[in-house]
């Protein structure tokens, strides 16, 4: 614990002992929280853990934070658990709520610890009503909105009647030191057979009710791309139930041997597959930010995304990487090309996410919130 007196709460989906982008910003938040000059302790209840890499949380966990395993085995757990532990331990300054579906718990534990409530939202899952009524009831009833983009604060007010002045823009972080230029890494070479091809890459889960990350658009484009160069192969990491509709699509459109369905990836790996790329391409339709975006750019690799989603704003409008409308197949074409001919560098300006800055910005928020 630190010298601080501040105690805060927070309800998560998954953060330790977990992957994917929520995760992964829930785990940068924690730490920052951690480290937030006057906080004495940190309680975390997250609804989900990944049971096979379970064992690893404990060398992972930041100073000051104490984080209840307990409540993972359903929702009835969770709530039971939650209650049974503020019972008991009733000082807390302020409770955080990291999912839009987790609201009404939150909502429930702030009133009966009589302590402000801030809500976390990411991107589609909160661009229009949720399919819980309770949820979308309490919407407007947080005293924080923390947001990774200014698309999805425009879009979450557009149906939830939040107040003015409550939001506050927190963008996602990358660790510069995590993520590094290097070369094309020979051992992912010879294990992908990719030798001497010139690599488009996508990292995503391969979600069949979410199809917005831009897989169909890159498959649809590759035809015309190895026209203009037959060397051009596409690297798909991320595993889900779309992956098969995808494969099948590689075939109809006679790609097949051109793309490459990774699947899951060890995380120690991640970044060397960042660096195999020549190219990180993500013309997607519903990303509340893309945090991908920034750890393939810290790799030094090239991007392009949407000037339709939250990716414009990890692409800092455009200062950062290429923006393109998805939805133009011509757009998608053109501006894979173009972003091939680009250098591989860091991007100047890219510190604007880097970790420290993120820290900062969540104590600024703090300081905010608890005052």
Known sequence: MTNGTNRILMLVTDAYGSFGGIS????????????????????????????????????????????IEQGINGKIDFIKNLFNFIRKDKQFDLIICGHINLLPIAWLASKYLKVPLALIIHGIDAWQPTNSFLSNKLASKVDKLICVSSLTIDRFKGWSGLPEGKEYILPNCVDLSEFSPSEKPQYLLDRLNLQNKTILLTLGRLDSFERKKGFDEVLEALPALMAENEKIHYVIVGDGPDKERLQNKAKS??????????????????????????????????????????????????????????SSEALRHGKLGLLIDPTNPIEVKEGILQTLTKPKKIPEGLDYFSKQSFNQRVHELLAQTLS
């Open 253 to 310: 459109l006679h790609v097949e041997k051109h793309v490459t369905f990774a699947g899951m990836i060890p995380e120690e790996e991640k970044a060397d597959f960042y660096r195999l790329a020549d190219a990180f391409v993500m013309p997607s339709q519903g990303e509340g930010f893309g945090i991908v975006l920034l750890e393939a750019m810290a790799s030094g690799i090239p991007a392009m995304a949407s000037k339709l989603d939250g």
């Open 24 to 67: 992964r910003f829930n785990r940068d938040f924690i730490t920052a929280v951690c480290t937030y000059s006057n906080n004495k302790e940190t309680v975390v209840f997250p609804r989900l853990i990944k049971e096979k890499i379970k064992e690893k949380i404990e060398e992972q966990l930041p100073p000051g934070l104490n984080y």
